[in-house]
């Protein structure tokens, strides 16, 4: 009978000893089920953050280009503009027109430089032709020069050229009288009478380019 109880008792404790230890085992195993959760779940989260960091990253990458491609185009069609700019201004500077004063100068050089290079004729005659075909040019330069002043000035300053223009006529032929008296009665008076009064007529036309003309 006492063996039987101890037989029990000992069964007894076995089997507790058998239920603690599996359920332990099962505790333990639910720990480490729950580590091993916790650790993929950490993993996972990491690889989440991993990963919306790359997406972030590559978000920023992606704005910060296209922030730098927009101010690129930005600056480049400045730049365009800019380059537009001083390249139209060099066009319009190039495409000025000369004024009427620069263009009549230039024409009255090229005028003094034909006389200054044509060949001087031997005989009185052509010599005194030459003289008189160079004052008929600087005369009809001359009136020519007084037309464009005519469209350039006002009435009152034309009134004083008209004015300064009758005193210069009569200076002038005055002038040519006395230059050819010093070879009065010489076959060159005459020629010097001309030859003065086409000189005379062209520094005229110098002087109403360069003081009045625009």
């Not at 400045?78 to 380059?83: A, L, P, R, W, Y």
């Not at 010599?127 to 009435?155: A, C, F, H, S």
């Amino acid at each position: 009978m006492i063996s039987s109880r101890k037989y029990l008792i000992v069964s007894i404790t076995v089997g507790l000893g058998l239920l603690t230890a599996c359920g332990e085992a099962s505790v333990e195993s639910n720990a480490k089920s729950s580590n091993n959760n916790s650790a993929l779940n950490a993993d996972s989260d990491l690889t989440n953050k991993d990963e919306r960091k790359t997406e972030n990253s590559f978000d920023e990458k992606n704005d910060k280009n296209q922030l730098e491609e927009q101010g690129g185009m930005s600056k480049k069609a400045s730049t365009s503009n800019e380059d537009d700019e001083p390249l139209k201004s060099d066009n319009n500077s190039n495409e000025v027109m000369e004024s009427k004063k620069d263009v009549y100068l230039k024409k009255l050089n090229e005028m003094e430089e034909s006389d200054r290079y044509t060949e001087v004729k031997t005989t009185m005659v052509e010599m005194e032709e030459q003289e008189v075909e160079r004052y008929k040019k600087w005369d009809k330069e001359l009136n020519e020069i007084y037309g464009v002043l005519k469209d350039q000035l006002d009435t009152d300053q034309m009134g004083e050229i008209r004015k300064q223009q009758r005193d210069w006529v009569t200076h002038r032929d005055e002038a040519a009288k006395v230059a050819s008296l010093k070879y009065e009665g010489g076959s060159t008076e005459s020629i010097e009478y001309v030859a003065t009064q086409a000189t005379l007529t062209r520094e005229r036309c110098y002087e109403l380019v360069a003081k009045y003309m625009k």
